[in-house]
């Protein structure tokens, strides 16, 4: 039997953005991403209270996401600002 991290998965945050009518999830990298398996009221809510969703694995090993403080993924977009005030 493998053992399971259970908890957050650090490098798997999405910010939700609006794209017309439907609600998508972008990465850290710009990269527009879909809707990921998630359903839709939880991108919506995310959006509404302007929260990132972070992947989390339970207990089982199975990947959900939760909402986490935007501040979670602002710090990993941090790192990727190079010294010149561009983003790489």
Same mark, same amino acid.
């Given at each position: 039997?493998?053992?399971? /991290?259970? $908890?957050?998965?650090?490098?798997?945050?999405?910010? &939700?953005? =609006?794209? $017309?009518?439907?609600? /998508?999830? &972008?990465?850290?990298?710009?990269? !527009?991403? %879909? +809707? #990921?398996?998630?359903?839709?009221?939880?991108?919506?809510?995310?959006?509404?209270? #302007? !929260? +990132?969703? =972070? +992947?989390?694995?339970?207990? !089982? $090993?199975? !990947?959900?996401?939760?909402?986490?403080?935007?501040? &979670?993924?602002? #710090?990993?977009?941090?790192?990727? #600002?190079?010294?010149? $005030? %561009?983003? =790489?």
């Amino acid at each position: 039997m493998k053992d399971l /991290k259970i $908890g957050f998965v650090e490098n798997e945050v999405y910010v &939700v953005k =609006q794209f $017309g009518n439907t609600f /998508k999830l &972008v990465d850290t990298l710009g990269n !527009k991403i %879909g +809707a #990921n398996g998630i359903t839709t009221s939880t991108r919506k809510s995310a959006f509404n209270e #302007n !929260k +990132a969703l =972070q +992947a989390y694995v339970n207990k !089982k $090993g199975k !990947k959900t996401f939760r909402k986490v403080s935007m501040d &979670v993924y602002n #710090n990993l977009i941090a790192p990727l #600002n190079t010294e010149s $005030g %561009g983003v =790489q």
